[in-house]
């Protein structure tokens, strides 16, 4: 008996130990992309105004780094929070932790040298070289082009300084350790040729992040077999639950039926200032989705969207948008 015993003990105490060197070894070793790179950007006139239009219209940085106002209908920006940051994605929200967007403005960049952002931005690795949760699309960003991603620096310099200490964010175990794998070297691509619709437009969904919420995820892995087709759910205040649609052709269920004018007709009805966005009472349907944001988007880029969206494989499923949660 006592043998029996001390060899449990002995099999425990291995295990332990095992578990404790894998431990200390995936902080050690990860994450894996190398040093940020010693670049300084020459900013021009043209790359902050390229950089303005990707981080307010297509990649949606303001989106998760200012503030939204909830109480009206899509949640459009509060004006003077731009890059602040402060916004809790939480277990609500189906997520594994806290995670909390950054304050992107110069009171908390200023510090930061290009390479640092640069990194951050397509490899999901910060300043202290720590990982990114990858809610922060920078699996996407890193397959943007090289220039594209240099003018959304150029324009985050541009931005009002605003002094907010965001907390840091707090991954449920085992995802504080998960993450750590998760950011890999980027793979930057030019931008396709504006002529070949198809790819421009393949680009712009890519930059734009549609994969994130409008592809089906189980277990933290997106359904490739599912791209584009909707269904995933959100919760947001109210308890109500949210799903994006199924965008992809398919008849009737997803946007099969819409031609391309309509589709670049739905985003530009959401343009501010002309569009009031209406107050929404609690419990009420409202959406994630920063159409707002979006509609900044030009006629072009959103026709582009729609020629690519048009050659993705159509999938049967419809999907219903709003409900309430349980209580």
């Known amino acids: 008996m006592k043998k029996s015993i001390r060899i449990f003990s002995f099999i425990l105490a291995f295990l332990f130990v095992g578990a404790l060197a894998g431990y200390m070894y995936i902080l050690k070793a990860y994450p894996k992309v190398g040093n940020a790179p010693d670049i300084k950007i020459t900013v021009t006139p043209e790359m902050v105004k390229r950089g303005e239009y990707l981080f307010h219209n297509v990649c949606a940085c303001a989106d998760c780094h200012s503030t ?59 300043k202290n070289d720590e990982p ?58 030019p931008i396709p040729d504006k002529n070949n619709s ?46 994006p649609a199924n965008i992809t052709p398919h008849r009737p269920t997803g946007i099969g039926d819409w031609t391309k004018e309509q589709f670049i007709k739905k985003f530009k009805s959401y343009k501010e200032p002309e569009y009031k966005a209406p107050d929404v009472k609690e419990g009420s349907f409202n959406t994630f989705m920063p159409w707002t944001f979006f509609a900044g988007m030009s006629e072009e880029d959103l026709g582009a969207i729609y020629d690519y969206l048009m050659t993705v494989k159509p999938i049967n499923n419809a999907v219903v948008k709003f409900e309430k949660g349980k209580e």
């Open 68 to 126: 939204r106002d909830y109480g009206k209908y899509t949640g459009p920006l509060v004006p003077g929070t731009i890059g602040k940051g402060g916004f809790e994605f939480n277990e609500d929200l189906g997520l594994p932790g806290k995670f909390y967007a950054k304050n992107i403005t110069p009171a908390n960049l200023s510090n930061w040298t290009d390479g640092e952002i640069f990194r951050a931005i397509t490899e999901g690795v910060d």
């Open 132 to 189: 990114i949760f990858p809610l922060m699309p920078y699996l996407a960003f890193g397959k943007m082009s090289k220039d594209d991603i240099y003018a959304i620096i150029a324009y985050v310099r541009t931005l009002r300084p605003i002094e907010n200490n965001v907390s840091a964010s707090n991954p449920s175990f085992p995802m504080n350790l998960i993450m750590r794998t998760i950011p890999q070297k980027n793979d930057l691509q």
């Open 198 to 243: 198809i790819e421009y437009g393949k680009y712009l969904v890519n930059a734009a992040g549609c994969n994130d919420c409008h592809t089906p995820q189980e277990k933290g892995e997106f359904k490739t077999d599912k791209y584009l087709s909707g269904g995933q759910e959100f919760k947001l205040p109210g308890n109500i639950i949210v799903r």
